[in-house]
């Protein structure tokens, strides 16, 4: 079964600086990966998603997504974080059925 | 189109009352699915549909009961309420097919569940 780890729980950056949310994956098949933002509650948006096209994706408001097959990570990055991107965001892995797998979410502070 | 819709938004039970969440979706999509969100611990599935008539559990599928009569409708009963039942219920729905194909999921807004 596919699983995802996200590898912080919580990132904190100053307005204006780069963004840079981890996400590792295990799965047997060709898996889709998908990163969701959950502002506070708030239902789940998506963010971007991978589907074996290009390896690198780009989302909505800024962010983007680089797929790596051998290191198994698909990290969220953004160029320069605004206060509004503050939120949970979920790496979401699918394989076969859509079963999705979700991490246990990254929480993102953005500091004035 | 309203997309995924979900009610009540609020509720609060007592051990042991029984409850419906209701699902809706207007999308027409086939694949619809309940999950869970707890703190620390993402969405876990709870149980999905890949159709009318047809239904299976997810990952956590204890105290909870679906059924799917039509396309548009899939509600969650919880039959005996337990305080380890509160949480926070998302309604989801996508078109079916292979996760692979990355069929984007469309969730509702939330359903905050309290068992006192």
């Known amino acids: 079964a596919q699983s995802v780890t996200q590898l912080d729980s919580h990132v904190s950056v100053s307005e204006g600086t780069p963004v840079l949310l981890r996400c590792n994956y295990s799965?047997?098949?060709?898996?889709?990966l998908f990163w969701y933002v959950q502002h506070p509650n708030k239902g789940l948006q998506l963010l971007l998603k991978y589907t074996s096209a290009a390896t690198l994706v780009k989302g909505i408001n800024g962010f983007e997504a680089e797929f790596k097959k051998s290191e198994t990570s698909f990290h969220l990055t953004k160029p320069s974080a605004h206060m509004s991107d503050a939120a949970e965001y979920f790496c979401v892995v699918s394989d076969l059925n859509n079963d999705m797998r979700f991490g246990a979410g990254t929480r993102l502070t953005v500091k004035p | 189109n309203a997309g995924v819709t979900q009610t009540p938004k609020f509720q609060v039970l007592k051990t042991g009352q029984s409850m419906t969440l209701q699902c809706a979706q207007d999308m027409n999509h086939e694949y619809m699915s309940w999950y869970r969100q707890d703190p620390g611990m993402g969405l876990r599935l709870i149980h999905y549909s890949v159709g009318a008539g047809i239904t299976d559990q997810g990952e956590v599928p204890n105290g909870y009961n679906v059924s799917r009569s039509t396309t548009e409708d899939f509600p969650l009963r919880l039959l005996s309420a337990a305080p380890s039942q509160t949480s926070v219920y998302f309604c989801?729905?996508?078109?079916?097919?292979?996760?692979?194909?990355?069929?984007?999921?469309?969730f509702g807004e939330g359903s905050w569940l309290t068992v006192v």
């Open positions: 989801a729905s996508s078109y079916s097919g292979t996760g692979s194909s990355g069929n984007t999921i469309y």
């Open positions: 799965s047997s098949y060709s898996p889709s």
